[in-house]
């Protein structure tokens, strides 16, 4: 990101409610039109364009002094943001009731000093702010010292503010090493047990024997529980044991809840809530999505980064949980709310995701057999491939292209013989053109060039029955096999997808 877009996005991260609070706090003033002007041409760009702004304020004078009018107003924002959260997110309030004793104690008003840190010392108590903590016993001891307050305490008292203080320095301490064992085994994680090398097996084995892992009843701090039933519930995604994986995380959850102040700390929150779904997902365990999902779109999202959490972790889970339960309008109904997102998250969205997501809107379309729209969908990948991300997806995505067109452009030889030649000349210099992929393309070529229905219905049964044989001697999952099934039985016995999607959902919820 160059600094002269760090204007930019700030401003796009801003929700509306902050919006509307920058322009009441900075007022209607002569002297601030202009920038309520630059602020309001730049919310409304797609993407930073200097070229456009000095063009639209060309008769403007603070255009010849651009970035100096840019850091004045993102200083000018920062100051509104940060009168803004003084009634924000527990921890502003903590610094501000801190700011507000030390004001007090600069003029000697040192009862009021110690009120402010009085509350401040509720509120970081109840939030689990161990080291706010810290920070605000060390300033009331300052402040009753100045105040010559400490000669009239109470030998009982000063030792029970002394062991406070020993006990929360034990949290953090006891808090970074559950971090150390948690970082390590991160990393372990991304592999399964069988692919882990013996140096690598040997310090899994360490973690998990460590006196922290394996005596959690030692544990003291919030966020130290936190961490433990996250090194186990990483440990059982290693051993890939999915019940004990949710077992770990519903911990998590009864913890936050258990609490009450998982509604203060949404953003911690947010992604234990999206793991749990995760676990539930990947082991084909739907039941829980419907109260899970209740209980999120409950929970306020104040912020950015809330929202961005939630789009991220949460809403495309529920998306593929629409689907894989066979909802098929439920998911219709998300795509503009997931078209939206990919729009305002672009900078920050990881590009696996945007593929992932793309990818299966696509699918979905494809479902209700609306091609048109499939088509859309997969050429936001197959245009915009600039990554080395998720291979599969921007490879197949050839693939689902020319079936897609093979719908919306039928009786176009030419235009689909040459689109087949040209993806599969895309895959084969990519060295990603193997067997399978060679006999779809080798069928797809001729089926576009067929125009007799009933020779039409045997190259697809040809093409069903060969991809059947790879399948069974594949060693691997097959991109897109199913997928290709449905439209093949559609081409060839009218079966519509959607219905064929339905009965295969239903043969595994009654086989499982």
Same mark, same amino acid.
């Given at each position: 990101?160059?600094?002269?877009?760090?204007?930019?996005?700030?401003?796009?991260?801003?929700?509306?409610?902050?919006?509307?609070?920058?322009?009441?706090?900075?007022?209607?003033?002569?002297?601030?039109?202009?920038?309520?002007?630059?602020?309001?041409?730049?919310?409304?760009?797609?993407?930073?364009?200097?070229?456009?702004?000095?063009?639209?304020?060309?008769?403007?004078?603070?255009?010849?002094?651009?970035?100096?009018?840019?850091?004045?107003?993102?200083?000018?924002?920062?100051?509104?943001?940060?009168?803004?959260?003084?009634?924000?997110?527990?921890?502003?309030?903590?610094?501000?009731?801190?700011?507000?004793?030390?004001?007090?104690?600069?003029?000697?008003?040192?009862?009021?000093?110690?009120?402010?840190?009085?509350?401040?010392?509720?509120?970081?108590?109840?939030?689990?702010?161990?080291?706010?903590?810290?920070?605000?016993?060390?300033?009331?001891?300052?402040?009753?010292?100045?105040?010559?307050?400490?000669?009239?305490?109470?030998?009982?008292?000063?030792?029970?503010?002394?062991?406070?203080?020993?006990?929360?320095?034990?949290?953090?301490?006891?808090?970074?090493?559950?971090?150390?064992?948690?970082?390590?085994?991160?990393?372990?994680?991304?592999?399964?047990?069988?692919?882990?090398?013996?140096?690598?097996?040997?310090?899994?084995?360490?973690?998990?024997?460590?006196?922290?892992?394996?005596?959690?009843?030692?544990?003291?701090?919030?966020?130290?529980?936190?961490?433990?039933?996250?090194?186990?519930?990483?440990?059982?995604?290693?051993?890939?044991?999915?019940?004990?994986?949710?077992?770990?995380?519903?911990?998590?959850?009864?913890?936050?809840?258990?609490?009450?102040?998982?509604?203060?700390?949404?953003?911690?929150?947010?992604?234990?809530?999206?793991?749990?779904?995760?676990?539930?997902?990947?082991?084909?365990?739907?039941?829980?999505?419907?109260?899970?999902?209740?209980?999120?779109?409950?929970?306020?999202?104040?912020?950015?980064?809330?929202?961005?959490?939630?789009?991220?972790?949460?809403?495309?889970?529920?998306?593929?949980?629409?689907?894989?339960?066979?909802?098929?309008?439920?998911?219709?109904?998300?795509?503009?709310?997931?078209?939206?997102?990919?729009?305002?998250?672009?900078?920050?969205?990881?590009?696996?995701?945007?593929?992932?997501?793309?990818?299966?809107?696509?699918?979905?379309?494809? #479902?209700?057999?609306?091609? /048109?729209?499939?088509?859309?969908? @997969?050429? %936001?990948?197959? +245009?915009? !491939?600039?990554? *080395?991300? $998720?291979?599969?997806?921007?490879?197949?995505?050839?693939?689902?292209?020319?079936?897609?067109?093979?719908?919306?452009?039928?009786?176009?030889?030419?235009?689909?013989?040459?689109?087949?030649?040209?993806?599969?000349?895309?895959?084969?210099?990519?060295?990603?053109?193997?067997?399978?992929?060679?006999?779809?393309?080798?069928?797809?070529?001729?089926?576009?060039?067929?125009?007799?229905?009933?020779?039409?219905?045997?190259?697809?049964?040809?093409?069903?029955?060969?991809?059947?044989?790879?399948?069974?001697?594949?060693?691997?999952?097959?991109?897109?096999?199913?997928?290709?099934? #449905?439209?093949?039985?559609? /081409?060839?016995?009218?079966?519509? @997808?959607? %219905?064929?999607? +339905?009965? !295969?959902?239903? *043969?595994? $919820?009654?086989?499982?």
């Amino acid at each position: 990101m160059l600094v002269k877009e760090h204007l930019f996005y700030f401003i796009k991260s801003l929700t509306t409610a902050e919006k509307r609070y920058f322009k009441l706090f900075i007022g209607k003033k002569k002297e601030v039109r202009d920038y309520l002007l630059l602020f309001d041409t730049l919310d409304k760009l797609d993407s930073y364009d200097e070229a456009f702004l000095i063009q639209k304020f060309k008769d403007k004078k603070f255009i010849k002094w651009l970035p100096t009018a840019r850091d004045y107003l993102y200083k000018l924002l920062l100051k509104s943001m940060r009168a803004y959260r003084v009634n924000g997110p527990v921890s502003d309030k903590v610094s501000n009731l801190i700011i507000n004793a030390n004001i007090f104690a600069e003029k000697k008003l040192y009862t009021q000093a110690l009120k402010q840190l009085k509350k401040a010392k509720k509120l970081a108590t109840e939030s689990h702010h161990e080291l706010r903590l810290i920070e605000i016993n060390k300033l009331i001891r300052s402040i009753k010292n100045r105040a010559a307050m400490l000669l009239f305490e109470e030998a009982s008292d000063m030792e029970r503010s002394y062991k406070a203080d020993i006990n929360l320095l034990e949290q953090q301490i006891e808090l970074r090493e559950y971090q150390y064992l948690y970082d390590r085994i991160f990393l372990l994680s991304k592999r399964r047990l069988n692919q882990l090398k013996e140096n690598e097996q040997s310090e899994l084995s360490e973690i998990m024997n460590h006196t922290l892992v394996k005596d959690g009843s030692k544990k003291k701090a919030f966020y130290s529980v936190l961490i433990y039933y996250s090194v186990w519930a990483l440990y059982y995604s290693i051993q890939n044991k999915a019940t004990e994986r949710l077992e770990c995380l519903s911990q998590m959850i009864q913890h936050f809840e258990d609490n009450h102040t998982y509604q203060s700390h949404t953003t911690s929150y947010l992604p234990i809530l999206g793991n749990y779904l995760t676990a539930c997902f990947n082991s084909e365990r739907y039941q829980s999505f419907p109260s899970i999902l209740q209980k999120i779109k409950q929970m306020p999202f104040n912020n950015f980064e809330q929202q961005y959490i939630y789009f991220n972790n949460i809403l495309y889970l529920e998306f593929l949980y629409y689907i894989n339960t066979g909802q098929l309008e439920e998911g219709l109904k998300m795509v503009p709310v997931l078209e939206k997102g990919l729009n305002k998250y672009e900078r920050d969205l990881h590009e696996n995701k945007r593929l992932a997501i793309s990818y299966n809107v696509a699918l979905l379309y494809m #479902f209700v057999s609306d091609f /048109k729209s499939m088509l859309q969908w @997969i050429n %936001k990948i197959v +245009l915009n !491939a600039r990554t *080395k991300v $998720r291979r599969d997806i921007q490879n197949f995505a050839l693939i689902f292209q020319i079936i897609g067109n093979m719908e919306t452009e039928q009786g176009n030889v030419v235009f689909l013989h040459n689109l087949c030649a040209s993806n599969r000349r895309q895959l084969s210099r990519k060295k990603q053109l193997g067997n399978y992929e060679k006999c779809i393309f080798s069928y797809l070529r001729k089926i576009a060039e067929t125009i007799n229905k009933q020779d039409l219905k045997n190259l697809c049964k040809q093409l069903k029955a060969e991809l059947a044989t790879i399948k069974k001697n594949s060693q691997k999952d097959l991109m897109g096999y199913y997928e290709i099934g #449905f439209w093949l039985n559609y /081409k060839i016995d009218n079966i519509p @997808i959607r %219905k064929q999607l +339905l009965k !295969a959902i239903e *043969k595994d $919820r009654t086989s499982s």
